[in-house]
């Protein structure tokens, strides 16, 4: 029951949004979406405290994979409304309602594909997440965005396609098989005599078209250019909740292929894809001007991260769900901030800004502490991700991926402090008067900055044995 | 071949002006004219046959030889085709190679005569024929390839004979696609619409009608004449591709092919009028396109 | 009925090379509305016994991808007023033979998959065809709408190869899975119309601003 609120409500209210006319116009009706986000981060707290029953007979079901990402998804969803608040007084969009409908939709489609046990429910919900933040990309209808709206809807789309094609070749895998056609458990359980030839070809096809989804590289292309078209906090809930949902698609095949004891199909392609992805973002973030396209680039690493971890396997899945959580809170924290930016300057680059201390005294703090968040460096949470995932290389025995991961870090490091340290510090551009921040653009921030400084120091019990079961159903283990 | 297959060559041979014939009836009664005779083009030969040549004092016994040359080759290739349906006069295992060298060699001669004229508007048909022919050729090889796999023989006796009608059953998807291509190479070579509009008078837009521009009297006959016979050859593949006819009795079979020649003229009278003629650039597309469905066609049978 | 699913497959492929030489784009988008009405037949024609599932998914097929999606368009055009495609990345040539290519691939990897039951020996390469040339229609094409047909050419492969799991795949994710077609084709032709709005083309080589 609980699933299907957790889906059904956004839903609803989402079709209420658009559907009718009062809610017509350039007015975002802010409070109707700040009511469902904390209805719905309530429902997900309850699914903490007592586990709920499956839904819909085994296709809905909260597994601790999939409960993971919708608690990021609805943490950060939440903190992006109580954002927009603020972000509302200063820019309003040109339409209200497709604003709104549109979070909404996300919202009730992440959840879904958070919760879905049947792998076609979860391509639908996937590609309904892709089709509810294109009309969010394009919120300023200007000729930048709608180029990026335009490559990001055509390489999504080829994306998705291939995935649904991997979706056929799993269902083909389990002909003749025992169990219901694509539901996880049962594909789980008769693991073993699912047909092999499709299962690998069904696990390419799904890891390059959700990986497309991820942005991992080299299907990475879109992602600079929507998330520096695309409002902050649009971007902020793209890189930090859609990637997520991304990666659990990538996760639940893996699931199945480590089930079914083709990891040294699986692990192999995973690592060359995640190094690939490394290495991509690194040579890119040099010499990057815009904070945003810099932002997206951090993202595609930290893709490159998460599906490398669920290659080396052993702790290397715990680091990669451990770094699931901390990359989604931090990356919407940066973006937030980076938000407050636009605000204030009118623009995200090197050039528009300078002296940020002095015009968003708060901000440039957020950002600057940002960067050490995202860069990978402690006390914050993805120093321990990382960090885990560098003991995961060296405990399969395979140091040089180790040294190929610092090497990127420390490019990555380079490249963004450049961009960062250059914005926040000097003298700023004459003319510029310092902005009063108002508490609703710097509290979110902030509150998630806090919950990223606390992962990176202590991991609350809950919180470590999800991560833990998770990992183990991915073929790997607790730290 | 049998009594009925002579009777049917004998018949083709002096039947074959009336297919031009039909095909300019079909245009005229689809666009609301009466238009000329069905037989118009036996009038149009006999005149020519009266009167006296002409010949460019710039041209040499190259000029001379072509009609003749144009009419011995398709005559010769009408001779390996299955005219009752079962078997041809003259046939070697591979003599579809020797079929479509003969078609090419009285494309040769006539191409060379145009050049040997020495005028620019020969020139620039001869160029823009062979250009046509550059693609069309391929895509005839591959029409018959399919035709070999579809039969397993070699000779075109049986690839359009008995072979062919046992090959129907299975293999119809297939055949179908390769008589839709061969219909489009008869197109294309025989200079219809849309590859070449045989009524234009404007000779900067012609392609085979300016080759022949400067030919007069009986030569004019004799490419005329031969003209007409290429097209008749081109039919009988088409029809035979369609309808196999190895289960008919003799006269039936030959009945059957000259009304398949008859429906293959008025397909042709239709295409051309409700099709415009392609810019040139587009005419390569159209015959990679037949070429394409040949292909396609040798893909399924090796299904 | 062995030979009217062959026959439907056969024009599929057709249509597929059709679209590939094809200069006009009324006549790409009036070939792929006749593919989706082709498609919207084959589970009627490879059921062994009609049920409500088959009718409604071969209804709704017909209704998204023959009706719908193509009138849509077609809008998306006048409003443009574009008629014709420009010479293609690739070449027309090029593509045709491209396309020959394909089809070629498709019915030789398919030979090779160990499919244990399907309806239909055509119906997986021809699948496997139709996705490559969708897949070569949306890569090489300039137009933006010709992408969008091409990604319409990519989709009916896909459900093509599904059409091997008719049984399997519960009517609801089907309806799923047209819905999200349908709409994802939607905001592209929006977006498509903003396009032309702003750049005057739908020339989609000029979307060059962006880049690193």
């Known amino acids: 029951m609980r699933l299907l609120a957790l889906c059904g409500i956004p839903l609803v209210t989402a079709l209420v949004v658009l559907v009718l006319p009062v809610f017509r116009g350039r007015r975002v009706p802010v409070a109707l979406l700040g009511v469902v986000a904390a209805v719905h981060l309530a429902l997900v707290t309850s699914l903490w405290v007592t586990p709920a029953p499956e839904a819909l007979g085994g296709w809905l079901a909260a597994d601790p994979l999939g409960l993971t990402v919708l608690t990021v998804t609805s943490v950060l969803f939440l903190v992006t409304v109580t954002y927009a608040v603020g972000y509302l007084r200063h820019d309003r969009p040109r339409s209200g309602q497709v604003f709104a409908g549109c979070l909404l939709a996300f919202l009730s489609a992440a959840s879904l594909v958070a919760l879905a046990h049947h792998l076609a429910m979860l391509w639908v919900g996937m590609e309904a997440t892709t089709l509810s933040v294109a009309p969010l990309i394009f919120l300023r209808r200007d000729r930048r965005s709608l180029e990026a709206t335009w490559k990001y809807l055509v390489i999504s789309s080829v994306g998705i396609a291939l995935a649904l094609l991997g979706t056929f070749f799993l269902a083909s895998a389990q002909v003749d098989v025992a169990g219901r056609p694509l539901v996880l458990p049962d594909l789980l359980a008769h693991a073993r005599e699912l047909h092999p030839a499709w299962l690998r070809a069904a696990f390419l096809f799904l890891l390059v078209g959700f990986g497309t989804k991820m942005g991992l590289a080299p299907m990475h292309t879109w992602k600079p250019d929507t998330y520096g078209e695309a409002p902050s906090l649009v971007s902020g809930l793209m890189a930090g909740a859609l990637t997520g949902c991304a990666f659990l698609g990538v996760a639940r095949v893996t699931e199945v292929m480590m089930a079914a004891g083709l990891e040294g199909f699986a692990q192999p392609v995973l690592i060359g894809f995640g190094l690939v992805s490394l290495a991509a973002a690194a040579a890119f973030i040099i010499g990057q001007g815009d904070v945003k396209r810099l932002l997206a680039y951090s993202s595609v690493e930290h893709m490159g991260l998460l599906v490398l971890g669920l290659g080396l396997g052993g702790v290397g899945t715990y680091g990669s769900m451990l770094h699931l959580v901390n990359n989604g809170l931090s990356k919407g924290w940066v973006f937030l901030v980076t938000g407050n930016l636009v605000l204030a300057t009118g623009s995200a680059t090197a050039a528009g800004n300078r002296g940020l201390v002095r015009t968003l005294p708060v901000s440039a703090v957020l950002l600057v502490l940002g960067l050490f968040a995202v860069t990978g460096s402690p006390p914050f949470g993805l120093f321990m991700s990382e960090f885990t995932l560098l003991r995961a290389a060296i405990d399969a025995g395979h140091p040089w991926i180790a040294a190929v991961m610092l090497l990127a870090l420390a490019v990555i490091f380079v490249g963004m402090a450049a961009l960062v340290l250059g914005i926040a510090l000097g003298e700023p551009p004459p003319g510029v008067v310092p902005v009063r921040e108002s508490p609703w653009l710097v509290a979110g921030p902030i509150a998630l900055a806090a919950a990223v400084l606390m992962l990176g120091v202590y991991i609350p019990g809950p919180l470590h044995d999800v991560l833990a079961r998770a990992a183990v159903a991915l073929g790997g283990r607790g730290p | 071949m049998t009594p009925a297959g002579w009777t049917a060559l004998l018949i083709l041979g002096v039947a074959a002006p009336v297919m031009p014939g039909l095909v300019v009836k079909t245009k005229s009664l689809l666009t609301g004219r009466r238009g000329a005779p069905v037989l118009q083009l036996y009038a149009d030969l006999w005149k020519l046959v009266r009167k006296g040549t002409v010949y460019s004092r710039t041209t040499t016994w190259v000029f001379r030889a072509a009609p003749v040359v144009v009419l011995a080759s398709l005559f010769v290739a009408m001779l390996f085709l299955p005219l009752d349906g079962r078997g041809a006069p003259a046939g070697f295992a591979g003599d579809v190679v020797a079929f479509a060298g003969l078609l090419a060699l009285a494309r040769f001669a006539l191409v060379l005569a145009g050049m040997d004229t020495g005028s620019s508007f020969e020139g620039m048909g001869a160029s823009r024929e062979v250009t046509i022919a550059s693609f069309a050729e391929p895509a005839l090889f591959l029409c018959f390839v399919a035709l070999v796999l579809a039969t397993d023989a070699l000779s075109l006796s049986g690839m359009l004979g008995t072979p062919l009608a046992a090959a129907w059953p299975q293999a119809g998807a297939s055949l179908s696609l390769v008589g839709i291509g061969l219909f489009v190479l008869l197109l294309a070579e025989n200079s219809r619409v849309p590859v070449d509009d045989p009524a234009t008078h404007l000779e900067l837009t012609m392609i085979h009608e300016v080759i022949v521009l400067d030919h007069s009297g009986p030569d004019l006959a004799l490419i005329l004449y031969g003209s007409a016979l290429k097209l008749t050859v081109f039919a009988v593949l088409v029809v035979s591709v369609f309808v196999p006819r190895a289960d008919l009795s003799g006269p039936a079979a030959v009945a059957v092919l000259l009304a398949g020649l008859g429906a293959v003229a008025v397909a042709i009278g239709v295409v051309e009028s409700i099709m415009a003629r392609l810019r040139l650039t587009r005419v390569p597309q159209l015959l990679v396109g037949a070429a394409a469905l040949a292909l396609f066609a040798i893909i399924l049978q090796l299904q | ?212």
């Open chain 3, 1 to 212: 009925m062995h030979g009217a699913p062959q026959l439907v497959l056969l024009l599929v492929v057709l249509s597929d090379l059709a679209v590939l030489g094809t200069t006009r784009l009324s006549s790409c988008i009036r070939i792929v509305a006749a593919q989706g009405m082709l498609l919207g037949l084959l589970p009627l024609l490879l059921a062994p016994q009609l049920s409500v599932h088959t009718v409604s998914l071969a209804a709704g097929t017909v209704v998204v991808k023959a009706i719908v999606l193509p009138w849509f368009l077609m809008w998306a055009i006048r409003e443009a007023a574009v008629r014709r495609e420009v010479e293609p990345l690739v070449g027309f040539i090029a593509s045709q033979l491209l396309g020959a290519v394909a089809v070629a691939l498709a019915f030789a990897i398919a030979s090779r998959l160990p499919l244990p039951v399907v309806q239909h020996a055509l119906l997986v390469p021809v699948s496997l065809a139709t996705l490559m040339i969708g897949f070569i229609v949306l890569t090489t094409r300039r137009k933006a709408l010709t992408q969008v047909v091409g990604y319409l050419i990519l989709e009916n492969g896909i459900y093509l190869f599904g059409l091997t799991h008719a049984e399997r795949v519960p009517f609801l994710i089907e309806i799923g899975v047209l819905l999200d077609i349908f709409v994802g084709v939607f905001i592209m032709g929006i977006v498509v119309f903003h396009i032309n709005r702003e750049f005057d083309s739908l020339d989609a080589t000029r979307l060059r601003e962006l880049a690193d």
